[in-house]
Nanobody, 119 residues
Framework: QVQLRESGGGLVQAGGSLRLSCVAS?????????MSWYRQAPGKQRELVAA?????STNYADSVKGRFTISRAGDAVSLQMDSLKPEDTGVYYC??????????????WGQGTQVTVSS
């Protein structure tokens, strides 16, 4: 069973920074195709924030370009969030497209970590 463990959320003032981290843990991981961060604000749908592929290619939501940076090292992914705005508030979820020894590549999700940006 693959588990994604997130850390690093919290409360910060507008203009501040936070760094989120996520580690995929399982003895059966064969390959990680991509890792991503999603967020869900109250009353809104979950949206993609940033993604990084196996080759290191990245993709960002327009709203975070130039402020957020996604990076990956092995089975871990991080999201450096700078110049935070109140509209960045939400629950941030780590996602991995992971192939294991038993299953073909499929989505796995972390439990979510709260990010609150005060104005």
């Amino acid at each position: 069973q693959v588990q994604l463990r997130e850390s690093g959320g919290g409360l910060v003032q507008a203009g501040g920074s936070l760094r989120l981290s996520c580690v995929a843990s399982s003895a059966s991981i064969f390959r990680i195709d991509s890792m991503s961060w999603y967020r869900q604000a109250p009353g809104k749908q979950r949206e993609l924030v940033a993604a990084i592929g196996s080759t290191g290619s990245t993709n960002y939501a327009d709203s975070v370009k130039g402020r957020f940076t996604i990076s990956r090292a092995g089975d871990a992914v991080s999201l450096q969030m700078d110049s935070l705005k109140p509209e960045d508030t939400g629950v941030y979820y780590c996602n991995g497209m992971i192939q294991t020894a038993i299953y073909n590549a499929r989505d796995y999700w972390g439990q979510g970590t709260q990010v609150t940006v005060s104005s």
